[in-house]
């Protein structure tokens, strides 16, 4: 059976090594499978859920495609657009705004850790922001989405959408019901300066993360200044739910590495930290500096970037089109 992948990454700045090993490397790897069309999409219409600065934005949309190309999508065999450039994202989830019920929406976790503690003042979009990502999905006909471990449960909930549209119109498997495909080898990579909180585009000390315009300098810098403990490196069983600095740091090795965890610290153990820090700065700055080297060539030509998005979008709305006028039948619009 061929498989249909679509996914998103926000256009919110700074892209960093979790979001490369969460979710980009992934997309590159299922883009070379066989029998598989991928659908990725610059996800601009959720970063507006919080306030953004025009100017910003523009430039985090072709950072992050440039991003995309430069860590190896290629957008001859994946479809790349921005998803404010397909109209049929909002008016889909309009009509599944109108599926979805607020009992289902009042139990999405993420909307409680972004709104805080002033829900009040949070955005309608911010709230509906599940919705909306069920669209992106059901729009394609996707059959698989590879998302992190924190996505999971909206995943569900397009799950519960796709269902209830399909009962509730007599129109079976007209949305399809997509498949999670979870990262297997690790949940998320955590902050170099607290692994309590995930490496994140949003946390104001640039030292949490490695961004991908890293160049080698700073990636040597980070990775010295990286929290650790003060015992010596774990021994080959150790478990290390109570070290999870030391944990994150070797999760980052083993999935640069392709290793397991296991043979990371089989690697290291008993060795001194200065020591495995300098292997990890190594293999970061092998891995990472092509791709900031990359980016920034391809920033240089902002009509190729522009050119690559509207190519993107123009099949994006071939598709887009024909499933919004198949839906209008079915409502009775
Ligand atoms: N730390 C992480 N570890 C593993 N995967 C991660 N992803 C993000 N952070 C990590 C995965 O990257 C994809 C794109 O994420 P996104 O840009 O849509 O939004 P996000 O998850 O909200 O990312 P950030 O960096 O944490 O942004 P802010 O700070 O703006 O909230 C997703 O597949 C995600 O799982």
């Known amino acids: 059976m061929s498989k ?9 700045g700074n892209l960093h090594l979790g979001n490369y090993l969460g979710a980009i490397k992934n997309f590159v790897e299922l883009q070379n499978e066989k029998n598989t069309e991928c659908i990725y999409c610059i996800v601009d219409l959720h970063a507006i859920t919080v306030k953004q600065d025009p100017q910003e934005l523009k430039k985090n949309i072709r950072e992050t495609l440039a991003t995309f190309i430069a860590s190896g999508l290629n957008s001859k065999k994946s479809i790349i657009f921005s998803q404010s450039s397909v109209a ?71 799950r519960d959408i796709a269902q ?3 009962n509730e119109f007599r129109s079976p498997n007209f949305l399809k019901v997509p ?3 979870i990262q297997k080898n690790f949940s998320r990579i955590m902050s170099l300066k607290d692994a309590k909180n995930k490496m994140s585009k949003s946390d104001p000390s640039d030292l949490s993360r490695i961004n991908l315009t890293d160049d080698k300098d700073t990636i040597i810098n980070k990775i010295k200044k990286a929290k650790t403990d003060t015992m010596p490196m774990p021994d080959e069983k150790e478990d290390l739910k109570n070290r999870p600095e030391v944990l994150n740091l070797l999760e980052i090795f083993s999935c640069l590495s392709g290793n397991s965890i296991e043979k990371s610290k089989k690697q290291f153990c008993g060795k001194n930290f200065s020591e495995f820090k300098e292997e990890l700065s190594n293999l970061l700055v092998e891995k990472i500096e092509p791709i900031s080297n990359e980016i920034k060539k391809l920033l240089d030509d902002k009509k190729n970037l522009d050119n690559i998005l509207l190519e993107g979008s123009q099949k994006a709305n071939e598709y887009g089109e024909k499933k919004i006028i198949e839906m209008k039948k079915i409502i009775g619009f």
């Open 4 to 12: 249909k992948i679509f996914s998103g990454v926000q256009p919110s």
């Open 88 to 158: 049929a994202h909002s008016e889909l989830a309009w009509i599944l705004s109108c599926v979805a019920r607020i009992g289902w929406l009042n139990r999405m976790t993420q909307f409680k850790e972004k709104a805080g503690k002033d829900k009040e003042k949070a955005s309608i979009g911010l709230y509906a922001y599940p919705v909306l990502m069920a669209a992106d999905i059901l729009l394609y006909d996707t059959t698989h989405v590879p998302v992190g471990e924190d996505q999971k449960q909206h995943l569900e909930l397009c």
């Open 164 to 166: 209830r549209f399909n």
């Open 179 to 181: 498949e999670p495909m």
